[in-house]
């Protein structure tokens, strides 16, 4: 069998050895072009991070500065750490080392390395100084974190107490802080709704802005009412809540030394506590009921349960319907009742010496405050005399008609005439602060007891401050006959005060009282312009939030 000799193998052809040839050189070409894109891009990297900003790099006091995580305050330990406060900053603590936490209120970078920080604690603040030093700890990153800062976050400072070469204008202590540490507790957002610093402008800052052709942001009532919560930061603001702070405890100190017991009656009642139509109603487990307008008649049920002498701070409740500078629909009321062995000026006398202390304690214990409020809203000082004044009704009428306002004789007095016989005492007697007695009976509450010698008045009187009303009081009527009597020809269903008036007919003493409404207590001594500004959360007829 023959058989035929294998193929050779193919050999390449010349074209396609000259493509591989080709490919080789094209491919070495790409390789060399890669690596001169690769090494350019190696120095062009290298410059990169050469050339990028100091904070990129390792920051050996980062443990110095930096916003602390929501779970390190959750009360997770007790370091055992002490804080101070910033009021206590003085001259005394300089040298010290301190820990303090406040609000962040102005924030000024000064260079890269140089910062100004303002921390705000209720009515105080202090200036905190950063300045990058390797041997305070402080770098430019924690200045930049510094400045980075929202205004009004709360932040924590850790210094030492420092005395400035010139007086500080912008802070209310006279130390600085130099900033070892800073750590921001929780962040405000970047834009706050309104601005602390325009809230709290004087009215002659706008007059002189104006003069010089500036406009400046004016923060109106109710947009201050809106945001609250930031309005109630402003120095003013702080010294108003804290007089009114002094005024309920100086009430409660004053009578409890003269014997007088604290109580607490319901604001749930089954009837008007008051008369009229200014009640709150609401059904209470099907059936009818309103929010007390008064703690009146617990008051007097008090006095029949045998205490002698009781007082009450509490909410009041008034549907009014009027939006005036003096009225809201929810107050809190400074109430005392007590028993009266011969006359209702025994209660008269209790109101004159509870008010003189007032004052005097107002005086003598909070300047910081009234210098406060005063530099944004200005008043003049309340002028009262040792003894307060006390004048009849009919003397009051009298003053009026003199100077030309004619009130009708067994009527109120209104808004306007009050203020005026305000100022015509003042003028006449050196006073603000005055009683005015013997009010007409139709114009008083059905409890209120009848002259002896003119069924036509009352044993009633009215306190004003500053020619405005803040205290009503009177004898109440203790027999139970004359007191359903008088409920009934004031309107009000006697069955739905039965109970108040059958406790009087268990043996009541002859006894008085008054109420004064804590708010109105504060405006008019401080001459604010608006009771708005003296309650925290104002309820009027239009607003019921925040």
Not at 174 to 198: F, G, H, M, S
Request: proline content about 5%.
């Amino acid at each position: 069998m023959s058989s035929e000799p294998a193929p050779a193998p193919a050999s390449a052809s010349t074209e396609e050895l000259e493509a591989d040839l080709s490919a080789a050189t094209i491919s070495k070409k790409q390789l060399k072009k890669d690596a001169r894109k690769a090494e350019k891009a190696g120095k062009a990297s290298q410059r990169q991070q050469q050339q990028q900003p100091q904070a990129e790099e390792a920051d050996p006091f980062a443990a110095n500065y930096g916003d602390v995580p929501v779970e390190e305050i959750q009360s997770k330990a007790i370091s055992g750490r002490s804080w101070t406060d910033i009021g206590d900053l003085d001259e005394a603590a300089a040298g010290r080392s301190v820990l303090i936490r406040g609000s962040a209120q102005t924030l000024r970078p000064v260079s890269k390395k140089m910062a100004f920080v303002v921390l705000r604690q209720s009515m105080s603040t202090v200036q905190c100084v950063l300045v990058a030093s390797a041997d305070a700890g402080v770098s430019t990153q924690m200045v930049r974190f510094a400045t980075s800062l929202s205004k009004e976050s709360i932040v924590d400072v850790e210094g030492v107490v420092t005395l400035p070469k010139e007086p500080l204008k912008a802070t209310t202590q006279q130390v600085e802080i130099q900033v070892r540490k800073v750590y921001c507790i929780n962040r405000a957002i970047p834009t706050l709704p309104i601005n602390l610093e325009d809230a709290a402008r004087s009215e002659a800052e706008f007059e002189k802005a104006e003069q010089n052709g500036e406009k400046l942001v004016r923060v109106l009532q109710d947009t201050r009412l809106n945001y609250r919560a930031i309005d109630l930061r402003t120095p003013a603001n702080q010294a108003i809540f804290r007089i009114q702070c002094h005024v309920e405890n100086k009430f409660r100190e004053f009578l409890f030394l003269e014997n007088f017991i604290g109580i607490h009656s319901p604001k749930l009642i089954g009837g008007s506590s008051e008369g009229g139509a200014s009640v709150f109603k609401l059904e209470y487990n099907g059936q009818p009921a309103c929010l007390a307008q008064s703690p009146q008649l617990y008051k007097q049920m008090s006095i029949c349960g045998g205490f002698g002498r009781v007082f009450e701070v509490g909410p009041v409740f008034r549907a009014e319907k009027s939006n005036t500078h003096r009225h809201l629909c929810e107050f809190i009321g400074l109430d005392a009742e007590m028993e009266i062995k011969e006359h209702y000026f025994e209660v008269c006398d209790i109101i004159d010496g509870l008010f003189v202390a007032i004052f005097k304690h107002l005086n003598e214990n909070c300047q910081k405050e009234l210098e406060t409020i005063n530099r944004q809203y200005p008043f003049e000082p309340l002028k009262y005399l040792e003894k307060t004044l006390k004048l009849t009704y009919e003397e009051g009428i009298k003053m009026l008609k003199e100077a030309g306002t004619e009130i009708e004789p067994m009527g109120d007095l209104n808004t306007e005439a009050e203020k005026k016989l305000g100022r015509l005492v003042k003028e006449k007697y050196g006073t603000e602060f005055f009683i005015l007695y013997r009010y007409p009976l139709a114009v008083r509450p059905f409890y209120t007891m009848p002259c002896y010698d003119d069924p036509a008045y009352s044993n009633s009187f009215d306190v004003f401050i500053r020619g405005e009303e803040i205290i009503s009081g009177a004898q109440r009527i203790h027999t139970p006959e004359l007191l359903r009597k008088r409920a009934i020809e004031c309107g009000i269903d006697a069955s739905t005060i039965a109970s108040y008036i059958e406790s009087f007919s268990y043996g009541a003493p002859p006894h008085g009282g008054f109420g004064v409404g804590l708010e109105r207590v504060v405006m008019l001594f401080c001459a604010l312009n608006n009771i708005r500004k003296t309650s925290l959360f104002p309820r009027d007829p239009q607003r019921l939030a925040p």
